[in-house]
């Protein structure tokens, strides 16, 4: 299939980064600002009132110039000492990744082994913090949503397995694929850690991450003897901005308050509401694909299913990134690919951030010409159970 040069908007549906609405990529566009004049300090302040209403907290918050992953490593370092143990529910190439970043620290997890496509037992769950009797697991690493897979690991049950159990290690959930897009409850379902990024729910450029910190988890800062300096909250708590031991990147903070502003303007209910149609239009298409033997579903429990990306498992035999290649090549249309083991075997939709019904609908067509094109089998037509569901929906 020939690729074609890229003309019109480009549909990006990449599980994060994210479209950027209009309005965000004005509001980034600042001129550099002194980040301790007393403007930009209240657009700031704001921020992280915003911020701390978005993750529905009252608790602290610590901002880091750096991708998701520095918030990673900044929720590590500044918790845990040498040799703590951790427990990891194993969702996907995310909590693969995060595990793999505390070994790389000098800590120690236990993983709760699950099929990725199926998901965490919580009766495993369960069993491994009651067996720890003597408390040598510190906190359970959860990835909220796995983006790699598509499936969400539900919270709230984690949290009732903790107090179920009374065992008192501390909850640190990423909430990276999930903010901004699907409900998530720092305060209300009990986690001490809320790890976030600003390129995919909030709809703004990468390089800005977050933790949001409970008064738990500043205890247990106390004591821990990893070495840390740029992501050290004592130090950031001696800031006029509480975070950020350097420069404070301005224009994000513009965008930020845009986003805040957009979120809260539609209301986070509806912004969850919008999330959960666009996905379920999305797995009705890739439903449909799936006769004739064509691609399914990833995830089979279907109370797990993810609102802000599906993935969508290839036929045996059939290569993902040959229909990526030709979504982006021939239509301008930006698939996420499978990642670690996945590769290859499953391509993403992301149905995160500023997107709405034209937009899902552009992508689910363009990735059924680049199965037809690809030669991948699959019922032709999927679009149009995604078309019914929508616009029955926006009659309710
Ligand atoms: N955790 C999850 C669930 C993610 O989806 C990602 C990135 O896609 C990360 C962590 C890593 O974040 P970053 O790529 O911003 O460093």
Redesign the pocket.
């Known amino acids: 299939v020939k690729p074609r040069l890229p003309r019109g908007r480009q549909f990006f549906a990449n599980?994060?980064?994210t479209n950027i609405p209009d309005s965000i990529l004005q509001a980034v566009a600042h001129v550099t600002v002194d980040f301790n004049d007393p403007a930009f300090i209240s657009v700031y302040d704001g921020c992280v009132a915003g911020l701390k209403r978005v993750l529905k907290t009252e608790q602290e918050v610590f901002l880091y110039t750096?991708?998701?992953?520095?918030?990673?490593e900044a929720a590590l370092v500044n918790l845990f000492s040498p040799g703590d143990m951790l427990l990891v529910p194993e969702t996907g190439y995310?909590s693969e990744?995060?595990a793999k970043m505390a070994q790389d620290l000098g800590l120690r997890f236990r993983t709760i082994e699950a099929d990725w496509r199926r998901g965490v037992d919580f009766g495993a769950l369960r069993a491994a913090l009651a067996a720890d009797s003597g408390h040598e697991i510190k906190a359970i690493c959860a990835?909220?949503?796995?983006?790699?897979t598509g499936m969400v690991l539900p919270l709230a049950e984690l949290r009732a397995a903790l107090d179920a159990t009374g065992h008192p290690a501390l909850l640190l959930a990423?909430?990276?694929?999930?903010l901004g897009s699907m409900d998530f409850r720092m305060d209300g379902w009990g986690v001490d850690i809320a790890?976030g990024?600003?390129?995919?729910g909030l709809m703004l450029p990468?390089g800005m991450?977050f933790t949001g910190v409970s008064a738990k988890a500043m205890e247990a800062h106390k004591t821990s003897t990893l070495p840390k300096s740029y992501f050290n909250w004592t130090n950031m708590l001696t800031r006029r901005h509480r975070s950020f031991v350097g420069t404070v990147p301005t224009s994000l903070f513009y965008g930020l308050r845009e986003s805040i502003r957009l979120l809260e303007e539609e209301g986070l209910d509806e912004v969850f509401a919008r999330h959960a149609r666009l996905g379920e239009a999305v797995r009705r298409c890739v439903r449909h694909w799936s006769g004739n033997n064509g691609p399914t579903l990833f995830c089979l429990t279907p109370d797990r299913f993810s609102d802000s990306?599906t993935a969508v498992l290839m036929p045996e035999g059939h290569d993902a990134d040959a229909v990526r290649r030709i979504a982006l090549g021939t239509f301008n249309v930006s698939l996420g690919g499978g990642l670690g083991r996945l590769g290859g075997k499953v391509f993403r939709i992301g149905h995160l951030g500023d997107l709405n019904e034209p937009m899902i609908l552009g992508t689910l067509a363009s990735v059924e010409m680049a199965l037809r094109l690809a030669g991948v089998p699959h019922a032709p037509g999927g679009v149009n159970a995604a078309i019914e569901y929508l616009a029955e929906a926006a009659r309710a």
């Open positions: 599980p994060g980064p750096g991708s998701g992953h520095a918030a990673w995310f990744s995060w990835v909220h949503n796995e983006t790699a990423d909430t990276i694929s999930s790890v990024g600003s390129q995919k990468t991450s990306v």
